[in-house]
């Protein structure tokens, strides 16, 4: 058994903050102990002092290679995932496709071919049902049986994912008979077609036009209709990168009655406004739906009160980068929308430096605790979608999915220094004042020292098991 002792770190979990050693065999961790009081050995010691030891990160909202907008997300399971592993997360949970007139099976399965041998760290699929009908919905159950426990409905993009309100509610009862929970992207699609028509038509044809008219009331509206029908379904719903205050504030009453209702945001919208959907073409870098929102109207302060007060549970990427020039063999894929914002494709990259912006605008900004820090990007994931305690905890018998982070070593965000596939970043420029030092994966040191250890092939796929927040 190869064994790796984490010595002298400050071990951080949803719950607690304690100096301790970490023992790892193979993959697992098999030991904790307060450093000096044990007199294990180990084939490798990693000085973690003055940093933090904390779980994985957990991303459940990517799309790597997700066909959108007449191309495909940029980065693949292969660069993706690398990326992730870069930036400290250890699961990726991705979205496996049922196109209309496909079947949901045979979407997973086209999932499956596409990660397998090629994920630098561990995965699974959550499954967008994108044509509910009598089979989709036997289906439903024999997917459930390859681990994917959680299907992504969509209120928005008619014509392409779009769910009507009867298909949604058929797939929410389907759900609540076999456990399932129901994620939705909650934006009213039909009543944005309408206000896009009518700006094109007025020749308001830019990127920033793609925020003025997905309004943040269609995503309240939305909202509160799919909780309402989940209600009546009994099922669990999970609203996935939600944007608006609009929306939260549905969450919230919903929890307040003790539904089972829960969402994540997504650091896009913490740290970026509608203000970077202007500046002309340039703002295309930022179109994703929901909309980036207006700062003014307090959207991002709202969803940092949700975070703190568990209005909120979890935070992640909705990665989908797209280039905006042509970039390793990729089409200009923004530029597809160049005249008409409605065909520029949707989505940021943003795996990557999820886990230190979060440390960033939540914990050195003095929003969030550490402790809240490691809940919403790691366990609080991890429940939500079945993986805890194998994901999301440092902990006897959990997988080896371990960060080392430096409190005190600052770096700037850019480009120039990223991983995933894409020529531009987001956040570029942004200064975080700690950073991801060292990752391991089932107990292998993928990122250490500034350099890549990791391997392609080395993540597995994860059958996941139900909602741990339902009982
Ligand atoms: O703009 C986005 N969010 N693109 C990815 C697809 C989705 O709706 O999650
Ligand atoms: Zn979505
Ligand atoms: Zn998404």
Redesign the pocket.
Known sequence: MARTLIANGTVVTATDQVSADVLIADEKVVALATPGSHDWSADQTIDASGKYVIPGGIDV?T?ME?P?GGTF?SDTFETGSRAAAWGGTTTIVD?AVQAKGQGVMEGFETWMEKAAGNCAIDYGFHMIVGDVNEQSLKEMDAVMGEGVTSF?L?M??PGV?YSNDGEIFRAMQKASEIGATIMM?AENGIAIDVLVEQALQRGETDPVNHGLVRKSILEGEATHRAIKLAELAGSPLYI??MSALEALEEVTIARDQGLDVFAETCPQYLFLGLDDLGNGFEGAKY????PLRDWEAGHQEELWRGLRSNDLQAVST?H?PFCMDEFDGLIAQKRLGEGDFSKIP???PGVEPRLELMYEGGVAQGRISLNRWVEICSTAPAKMFGLYPQKGAVAPGSDADIVIFDPNKSRVISVDNQHMRVDYSAYEGTEVSGSVDTVLSRGRVVVANGEYHGETGHGRYLPRGHNQYVL
């Open positions: 909202h799309h997700l959108f997300a979205f992504k969509f928005a993009y994912f992207h996935v990168h179109v994703a739906s929901p909705d989908c949707n989505g940021m």
